[in-house]
């Protein structure tokens, strides 16, 4: 992983104004509210929120050096569990990796083809509950919030270290 550019580490939180799909919006509102980004030099690691994988998710991880993304997933564990994954682990007919049926792995399996994909690309995945049309997210998954910020915080600590 050393080489990795100092500039250009991007947390990509995906989500949709959805019920617990929304844990990826709420991680990266709960990054800013924190501070944890501004302990880094200017350029060095910047947020996003991503509605969209299929079409958004691609100009997000062009020219990075690194990518975090948070997402919701659905694999039939308790709702907040909390997963890390290498992009190198998930295939594009994984399926129920994300909640957003063609997403997040077939993304990625594009930008690897492209030649896209950041060498250090890291998916936080969620457990989610109900998605429904209720506007806020679930306790269970909520809870999981503070566990993801301390994993994403040693891992920006590690991958601007390895610059250096």
């Known amino acids: 992983m050393s080489g990795i550019s100092i500039i250009g580490i991007r947390i990509i939180g995906i989500g949709s104004p959805f ?3 929304r844990i990826g919006w709420e991680a990266i509102e709960a ?3 924190s501070g944890m980004l501004d302990r880094f030099p200017a350029g060095v690691v910047a947020a996003y929120r991503c ?3 299929a079409t958004d998710l691609l100009p997000l991880l062009s020219g990075a050096g690194a990518a975090l993304l948070i997402d919701g997933t659905r694999s039939g ?3 907040g569990t909390l997963r890390k994954v290498d992009a190198g682990e998930l295939r594009a007919d994984a399926g129920n ?3 957003h049926g063609l997403g997040v792995p077939e993304s990625l399996a594009l930008a690897r083809t492209l030649g896209m994909l950041p060498a250090t690309t890291v998916i936080y995945g969620i457990e989610t509950g109900s998605i429904g049309t209720q506007p806020e997210i679930s306790p269970e998954v909520r809870a999981a919030i503070p566990a993801l910020l301390r994993a994403i915080a040693a891992d920006l600590r590690r991958l601007v270290r390895e610059t250096v």
């Open 19 to 21: 019920g617990d799909d």
């Open 77 to 79: 564990a308790p709702p």
């Open 97 to 99: 990796i994300s909640s």
């Open 31 to 33: 990054i800013d509210e």
């Open 51 to 53: 509605g969209q994988p």
